[in-house]
């Protein structure tokens, strides 16, 4: 993992593909996390994943991440963002009204 300060410092060199922002130990503000990635497809599902799911566009990021899955099912990351998302995505539409 690395942090956006250390991706740009590697950018063309590292494929990388973003994860998620965190607060770290030390800041107060998220930082924007990176992983190693050599597969183009993968980084581009995952960022417009990540995109989506910012944009409360729960059912497009949803297909996203199953897309994911389906071509990196190694990938551990997009299982834990479906499970997450899956429950938050439920008790938002709760609070909202939302529920289908």
Known sequence: MLSGDTARQVEGRIALRPVDRVIVKGKSQAVEVFTPCENPEVTKLTEQAIRLFRDQKWDAAESCLRELLAIAPQMASPRSILNV??????????RTGMVR
């Open 85 to 94: 998302s899956q429950h938050s995505v439920t008790r938002l539409r709760q």
